[in-house]
């Protein structure tokens, strides 16, 4: 059965970072694409991006160039996400997710930004 | 890049009723995928290729469209189905659309 197991809850402070991870289970991640989807308090799924975990190639959508930062770790079959110089704007459920179509989600970690 | 707009924003029908969500892409693109959302869960991948039910998913739901037009059909509505539905396309990059509530009269 694959399962994919995300991190828990994150508190950030304004400016600072944070750094999420996906853990995979069942599946050789080094076969498909992992994608990142965020979603903001009562709003709809954002795609933030995708890395290729066999090369590090990574996608990301435009407004997220800046923001996010993915990486994967094959040895742990771990993919990760760092958000950087955190806004309350970040503030939001972030899911992971792979294989095309979306066949498998992690169960979302929420990132909260306050001071 | 692409943008999808789905339509309506919020609907309730009553259970039997047929219902129709739709997808429109600003752009032609090959297929669609649809997803299901309940509150509190991630969401499940509901059908792709723009007609395939994934698994699981209860033979009243069906899809159809092509180019820039796109729909999700539930012949015959229960209180179960009760969710937001998001269309999504690919492939370099993602967008999904902005969601249908569907809601029980």
């Known amino acids: 059965e694959v399962q994919l197991q995300q991190s828990g809850a994150e508190l950030g402070k304004p400016g600072t970072s944070v750094k999420l991870s996906c853990k995979v289970s069942g599946y050789n991640i080094r076969s498909t694409y992992m994608h990142w989807v965020n979603q903001r308090p009562g709003k709809g799924l954002e795609w933030i991006g995708r890395?290729?975990?066999?090369?590090?190639?990574?996608i990301y959508a435009e407004k997220f160039k800046s923001k996010a930062t993915l990486t994967a770790d094959t040895s742990s079959n771990t993919a990760y996400m760092q958000l950087s110089q955190l806004k309350s704007d970040d503030t939001a459920i972030y899911f992971c997710a792979m294989r095309l179509p979306l066949a498998y989600w992690g169960q979302g970690t929420l990132v909260t930004v306050s001071s | 890049d692409i943008v999808l707009t789905q339509s309506p924003t919020t609907m309730a029908a009553s259970p039997g009723e047929k219902v129709t969500l739709t997808c429109r892409a600003s752009?032609?693109?090959?297929?669609m995928n649809w997803y299901q959302q309940k509150p509190g869960a991630s969401p499940k991948l509901w059908i792709y290729?723009?007609?395939k039910l994934a698994s699981g998913v209860p033979n009243r739901f069906s899809g159809s469209g092509s180019g820039t037009s796109y729909s999700l059909i539930i012949s015959s509505m229960e209180t179960e189905d009760i969710a937001t539905y998001y269309c999504?396309?690919?492939?370099?990059?993602?967008?999904f659309g902005s969601g249908t509530k569907l809601e029980i009269k």
């Open positions: 752009s032609s693109v090959s297929y």
């Open positions: 290729g723009t007609s």
């Open positions: 890395i290729d975990p066999a090369n590090g190639n990574t």
């Open positions: 999504q396309q690919c492939c370099s990059t993602l967008t």
